[in-house]
């Protein structure tokens, strides 16, 4: 998930770094610099940064798991199992109808990219991708990152 240029996370804020540093990246779909493309990627890697990060953070772990058998999920980018293993967060989740709409939106996304089409997302669709991921009130990037630091 680190990019080139970029240390591997470290620690559970380290991978909130990373979310954070997406959501930035992802600040370039408004002012059309980014292609759909790019817009999809980054608000996915917005959204496992953040789930790794609380995941990280609710089994206190000194340092990130090997991709042994009970931890392949955290590095096949499968963002179902990833909320699976916060707790009681998908139920809070499901709450919020406008959270979970967007959340729906991105697990679309995620499969739509595993697919590895040749043909990029049109653009509103990755627009709504984008949007589902940082809109200050209706992201779950946002809403995830609020329950981090609710987190003790």
């Known amino acids: ?3 080139s240029g970029h240390s ?3 620690s559970a ?9 997406e959501l930035r990246n992802l600040r370039g779909a ?8 790019a817009k999809v990627d980054h608000a996915l890697k917005a959204t496992e940064a953040v789930l790794k990060a609380i995941i990280w953070k609710q089994h ?23 909320l699976d293993h916060c707790g009681s967060l998908r139920s809070r989740l499901r709450l919020s109808a406008h959270h979970w709409i967007s959340w729906q939106v991105l697990a679309n996304a995620v499969l739509k990219q595993s697919r590895y089409s040749p043909t990029p997302p049109p653009d509103a669709e990755a627009h709504e991708v984008a949007k589902s991921a940082r809109h200050p009130d209706k992201g779950i990037v946002p809403w995830l990152l609020a329950r981090y630091h609710e987190m003790t």
Do not use: C, E
Not at 30 to 37: A, E, R
Not at 62 to 73: E, V
């Open 13 to 21: 804020d380290d991978w909130i770094g990373v979310a954070k540093r």
């Open 1 to 3: 998930m680190a990019q």
């Open 8 to 10: 591997p996370p470290t």
């Open 30 to 37: 408004y002012i059309g610099q980014l292609s759909n493309d």
């Open 60 to 82: 206190g772990w000194s340092s990130w798991p090997g991709k042994t058998k009970g931890y392949k999920f955290l590095y096949n980018h499968d963002l179902q199992t990833m």
